[in-house]
């Protein structure tokens, strides 16, 4: 009951003008990185991690910003999953390499954590008619896990698969001229992960998932950086990613960090600071958090 409480209210929030939610979600996020201690310590040990060489007094207004972000990323959702197609084209844009949706080549989209991540994932279905597939995990409450299905597939031919289902039929998907949406960037622990560097981090761990869809797949792989602006949002699609995928999957993933490392420079308050990115480590060495 108290989902569906909340939905509602997201909904009902949702027919505000856009400049009075920012206001109300930046005001809650303040509120959060006073009172949600666990979070905002693990947001500025990230910040202090990737970036040593910046103030610390930066790297705090980078993480409450951060805060501020994600609550008003999460107030969109009210017009983003309910409001008018319309509405949402009117508020997301998508620009760049448009191009490299043409024709039905394998396509894997990079699509790292920033927190306007559902707002890119929207973009794409209403400006290709190819299929569109991104993986998910089963939320343990089920009143929301039908929300959050119910909100990323509302436009185009958007395929939700399971990540327990494996490996086949996501390559299935790829082989078939598909866009597989794919988030690889997070922490998922030991299993699979290989250790290469994220920013001033020389062993992070990070699954190799791109570099191997991509040769599974035989496809191209292109990102979509997805940044929340007063007017809404706006998505980016890069350039089909030259030479890749190679044949060594770790420097594939090196790259891949590299390439999220040039793009979190342009915004680094909204990226995703509040996951323990670096709570996997090597064997032997001391936890960071």
Not at 37 to 48: D, F, G
Not at 73 to 88: H, K, M, P, Q
Not at 233 to 255: C, G, K, N, Q, S
Request: contains cysteine; positive net charge; aromatic residues 10%.
């Amino acid at each position: 009951m108290m989902a569906r409480l909340g939905i509602a209210l997201l909904n009902l929030l949702g027919r505000l003008p856009l400049p009075v939610l920012r206001a109300l979600g930046a005001g809650i996020g303040r509120a959060l990185f006073v009172l949600a201690a666990p979070r905002r310590r693990v947001a500025l040990r990230n910040l202090q991690l990737c970036f040593p060489e910046v103030p610390a007094h930066q790297r705090r207004l980078w993480a409450r910003q951060s805060f501020e972000v994600f609550c008003q990323t999460f107030l969109d959702r009210g017009w983003l999953w309910s409001g008018s197609e319309a509405l949402v084209r009117s508020r997301v844009k998508l620009s760049g390499a448009l191009h490299e949706l043409d024709g039905d080549t394998p396509t894997i989209v990079f699509a790292p954590h920033f927190y306007s991540m559902d707002a890119g994932g929207l973009a794409l279905p209403l400006h290709t008619t190819r299929e569109f597939t991104s993986i998910f995990a089963t939320h343990p409450n089920p009143v929301l896990d039908q929300w959050f299905m119910a909100g990323r597939q509302r436009f185009g031919k958007v395929r939700m698969l399971n990540r327990a289902d494996g490996v086949k039929p996501i390559i299935n998907c790829v082989r078939k001229g598909g866009l597989l949406y794919l988030l690889p960037d997070m922490d998922y622990g030991p299993d699979d992960s290989v250790f290469v560097p994220f920013f001033a981090v020389p062993d992070a761990a990070t699954i190799p998932s791109l570099s191997r869809f991509a040769r599974l797949g035989r496809a191209k792989v292109v990102a979509l950086y997805s940044r929340m602006t007063p007017q809404g949002y706006e998505a980016v699609l890069t350039p089909a990613w030259e030479h890749f995928p190679t044949d060594d999957p770790i420097a594939d993933t090196a790259r891949m960090n590299r390439e999220l490392e040039a793009a979190i420079r342009t915004m680094p308050a909204q990226y995703y600071w509040v996951h323990r990115r670096f709570k996997t480590r090597p064997q032997g060495q001391a936890p960071l958090y």
